[in-house]
């Protein structure tokens, strides 16, 4: 078995003894065609450029073109070597320009000792991986009853999911990360067949009206994003939204609530979702129903050229 790099094995140290559930901190992958490694004092990186077909579905959750940057940072000072490493990188994209372009680095969140190397570049936080341990207890919202009825979505609920689903997307778009672009409404209609065919998914009848949707990936189409923590089996929540209308009254608060009854009946061990850091809805939400940031992705758009 070849050594792992001492870089490698002090990051994944130090990572472990502030997050245990943080995963993929272990190594880097060998560089594939459109990778490179970098390396400096205290640091290695691998850098990947992600470039999406305006036309596909993909495009919607980021701008087009991604620099990412891979790092794994050691030695008695993390700042300066990620602040090393981060410089090594930006060097070589000097060049870069937008529009629709941005650079990306995820970093573990409660690993914070590196972190002011990315503020000082410019680089704020703007989407983080959740998780919620199974059978955590959400913090007492009162459930809302009566008016609301949850139930499995069936094939006849799409054209509401598609409604809902697609107001999801201009809500995220807000922030800056998440866009919506000329073909969003038709990729949301042509994935969402599949989509609900393979996950669980709910809807929220309010008086009779599809009001809500909540949708989650189960373990088997989730492996996607399985390396994100060290537990498994997990689930993905790849989707929640209440209608402006009843927000704010439980609505929300009763979808999870039968997601989660689902997925810990299911034994599911973690279930995983993003959201955008600036959601002023989202964030807050989530906590108290027991999500807390596991992995943070930190971006800076280019200068539009
Ligand atoms: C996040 C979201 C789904 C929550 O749905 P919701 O139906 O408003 O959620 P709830 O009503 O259960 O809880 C929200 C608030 O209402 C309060 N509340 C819950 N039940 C209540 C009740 N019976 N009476 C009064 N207030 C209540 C909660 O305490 C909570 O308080 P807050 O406003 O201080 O946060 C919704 O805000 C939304 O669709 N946001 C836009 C899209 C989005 O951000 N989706 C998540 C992307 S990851």
Known sequence: MAAVHPVIAAHAARVRAVDPLAGGQVGLPAPGPNE????????????????????????????LVVHRLWGRVGGRDPEAALGALLDRWLAGLSGERGPDKALAVQWPSRDTAAVRALTMRGFAPMVVT???????????????????????????DT??????YEALVAYDAQFGWVTMRPSTRNGIAESLGSLMHDSWCWVA????????????????????VA??????????????????AVRGQGV??????????????SGVATTVLHHAVPNPLSAPFWARQGYRPVLTQWVRHLPPG
Do not use: C, F, K
């Open 36 to 63: 490179g490694a970098i390396e400096v004092a205290d640091a290695v990186g691998l850098t990947s450029v992600d470039r999406l077909d305006p036309g596909t579905m993909n495009a919607t959750w980021s701008p």
């Open 130 to 156: 959740a998780a919620r341990p199974s059978g955590a207890v959400r913090s007492g919202l009162p459930a809302a009853v009566g008016r609301v009825r949850m139930r499995a979505a069936t094939q006849a």
């Open 159 to 164: 054209g509401d999911v598609a409604r809902l």
């Open 205 to 224: 009848e309010v008086d009779g009206v599809v009001a809500g949707i909540v949708m989650v990936e189960p373990p088997q189409r989730a492996r996607w």
């Open 227 to 244: 390396s994100a923590v060290t537990t498994s089996p997990i689930a993905y929540l790849s989707a929640m939204y209440a209608d402006p």
């Open 252 to 265: 929300g608060a009763a979808m999870v609530a039968v997601a989660h009854a689902h997925l810990d009946a």
